[in-house]
């Protein structure tokens, strides 16, 4: 647990499950007060408010699509009406979706771009206007992965979201770093989350994940949130403009882990 997150205002974006629903109800035990952005999974969204507010932080549940301006302006006001201010912006929301390269069409490629690139985009340069404005030394995290670094074939439009966030986060570290603003990314590898589900349900394809985690777990979503109020904290106001991988050694190559190679 980090103090100073007491009563800090966050958005999480994509919090209604996932990776998103795991960092707001972090920063929910931090005492933090979360704004919880969904899409579509509104009952949800409100289910993780409700928790937030067991657990002795507050919460409100905002409807926006990260891809439009618009949403993501009225996203920050809404933090701004409720809470008075902004000091952590947490881009989570994405999408993926496997198509074989030679067969995804224009419109594909857009979607996944739209969403996890130019919606952190967007995300992320609000947030810094509105931080800016209001004289505060906020925090921005987006969620990236280890296709960061690590090609993915089926998954080109998502691995070139995740490798444009590297180059993105890098650029407003370095633009911001005078005015007190840190950017960082985390890099998860394969976590259990509802985006894995299908996938993680069938033993084979399970296995074959597992063959390329060294460290031979999934990870838990509870696993990347504590990153996120890591990040978020004053225990790393020295960081700015990395990715912190969290994938139990995946993007280290295991196939060469026996000296083969
Ligand atoms: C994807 C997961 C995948 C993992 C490792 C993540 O970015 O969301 O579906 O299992 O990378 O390949």
Do not use: C
């Amino acid at each position: 647990m980090y103090k100073e997150l007491q009563d800090k205002v966050a958005i999480v974006t994509g919090a209604a499950s996932g990776l998103g629903k795991a960092i707001a109800l972090r920063f929910g035990k931090e005492g933090m007060k979360v704004v919880v952005n969904y899409l579509s999974k509104e009952k949800e969204a409100a289910e993780v408010v409700k928790e937030i507010q067991n657990s002795g932080g507050e919460g409100i549940a905002v409807q926006a699509d990260v891809s439009k301006e618009e949403d993501v302006e009225r996203l920050i006001s809404s933090a701004h009406q409720e809470f008075g201010t902004l000091d952590v912006m947490m881009n989570n929301a994405g999408v993926q979706k496997e198509i074989p390269s030679h067969e995804m069409t224009l419109e594909d490629w857009n979607k996944v771009i739209a969403v996890n690139l130019s919606g952190t985009f967007l995300g992320s340069t609000k947030a810094i206007a509105y931080m800016l404005d209001n004289g505060i030394k906020g925090s921005i995290i987006n969620m990236s992965s280890v296709h960061e670094i690590v090609p993915w074939p089926h998954f080109v439009h998502y691995a070139s979201s995740k490798g444009g966030m590297k180059m993105l986060t890098q650029t407003l570290a370095l633009e911001y770093a005078p005015h007190g603003i840190r950017v960082n990314n985390i890099g998860p590898g394969a976590i259990n989350t509802p985006i894995n589900a299908e996938k993680f349900s069938d033993p084979k394809t399970k296995e074959d994940v597992l063959s390329m985690i060294p460290m031979k777990e999934i990870g838990e979503p509870e696993q990347i949130a504590s990153i996120a109020a890591f990040l978020a904290s004053n225990e790393a106001s020295y960081v700015t403009g990395i990715t912190l991988f969290a994938d139990g050694g995946m993007k280290l190559y295991p196939a060469f882990q026996a000296g083969r190679g």
